[in-house]
C-alpha cells in the first residue's frame, strides 16, 4: 500500500516536492526552480514602497528592476543585503501585519513568515553573522536568524526597545534631526551611542537609503534632494562629501553587499 506522506528534498540547486500516489491517483513531482541569487556588486538596492532599483552610487544613476515587488498592496521597508546566500531581505507590511520578505536579484520574492512586531519597521540591515536587525526609529528593534542551514532561519531570536538620542531613518547609521548625525547601535547592549553631527547637509537630511561598505564610510542618499553622500566612520574624520545626484524617494530604504568593491 502506498504512503500518503509528502516529502521534500534538494536536487542540485533545484528544490522537489514529491507527492505519492493515493488510490488511484498517480504520484507527481514537482520541481521548483530556485530564485536567481545578487552578485555583490558595487551597486546600491533601493526599495521605494513596491519599486526595486539598482542604483550607481558614483554617477547616481537608478534603473528598475521591477515593480510591483510582493504582494504589490503592502509596502517594503528596514531592507538589507545578506551575503551569506545573496538575496535582499525586508520587512513587507506595518504593525501586526509585518512578515519577513526575501527578494532576488530580478525583484521576484517570497513571503516568509511573520515579524511578530506591532511596530511599522523602517530601517533594517543584515550583518556578517547574517543576522537580520530591523527596527520603529530605532526605539523598537527585532533580531532574525538569516543564516543558511540553520536551524532556526527566518525565526525571531529577539527583540526589545532602545531609547536613541535621535529618530533613525535607516539602520546603517544616519539620523535626522535639522542636522545629521551618525549613530552606532551595540547589538550587545542594544543600546545607541552618538559619533558625529555632520550638520546640515542637504535637503531635509532625511536620509531614507543608506548603503554599508567596508571601506569605513556609509553612503546616503537624502529623500528629498535625491543627493548622495559619502559618510567617515569616526575613525576616518568628520567630513562629509557628496558623490552624486540620484533619484529623490520617500517610502524608501537602500541594501548594498558589504562586501563587494569599494566605491
Known sequence: MSSTSLGTGKIGSATTTTVPPSGTAPGTVIVQTPLPTLDCDPSGYLIQNVSLYRVNITTGASTLIKSPVGDGVRGINAMGYNVGDNFLYGAIGQGASTNLIRIAATGDSTILGSLNVTVSLNAGDVDENNQYWATASGKQWVQVDLKPGSAT?????????????????????????????????????????????????????????????????????????GEIWKFPLPANGTTAVKISNGPAASSNDGARCIKAANV
Do not use: M
Not at 171 to 194: C, E, H, I, M, V
Open 153 to 225: 532561519f527566518g525565526r525571531t531570536l529577539a527583540n526589545g526597545t532602545a531609547s536613541p538620542q535621535y529618530s533613525q531613518i535607516d539602520w546603517a547609521g544616519l539620523t535626522a534631526s535639522l542636522n545629521t548625525y551618525l549613530q552606532r547601535f551595540d547589538r550587545n547592549t542594544k543600546t545607541w551611542t552618538l559619533f558625529t553631527d555632520f550638520g546640515n547637509i542637504a535637503g531635509k537630511n532625511t536620509w531614507g537609503a543608506v548603503y554599508a561598505s567596508d571601506d569605513g564610510f556609509l553612503y546616503g542618499s537624502e529623500n528629498n534632494s
